[in-house]
């Protein structure tokens, strides 16, 4: 019985490990999906993530998840890039190299990490909004 049991656990761990090396293949194979670190106003936590672009949206999903939905949806249209600046002291958990936005969203202020190689595409991208948005 009890062999049975562990198996099954072991079974069980297997797969939730395939379903999230798929999961982040999945998320990571798309054009416009860039790793970015998230953290929403008043929170002194990053959240790193994959962020797609595209559209009208952009669609942030949290690494360590197995959810398929994305945890945040930023509208082009609301969304203002308001300062630009290296990570600093505070920001312990972002590599050095990345640079941080501070940002405004029609659901509040947020802050957003990338690395400089993705920050052009990500700016042409907030830029290109049609307008009048």
Known sequence: MTTALL???GV???LVVVVFLLRRRFLLSGLGAVTMWYRPEGT???SVGVAWYGGDALLWYRALSLSVRPQQRLSRAGFRVLAQRP???EDLALPGD????SCSTGGGRCELAMEPSTLTGFLSWVESAPPGS
Do not use: H
């Not at 990345?98 to 936005?101: A, G, P, Q, R, T």
């Open 7 to 9: 198996v099954l656990v």
């Open 12 to 14: 069980l761990l297997l």
């Open 44 to 46: 002194p936590r990053w």
């Open 87 to 89: 990570a600093g002291r």
């Open 98 to 101: 990345v640079l941080v936005l």
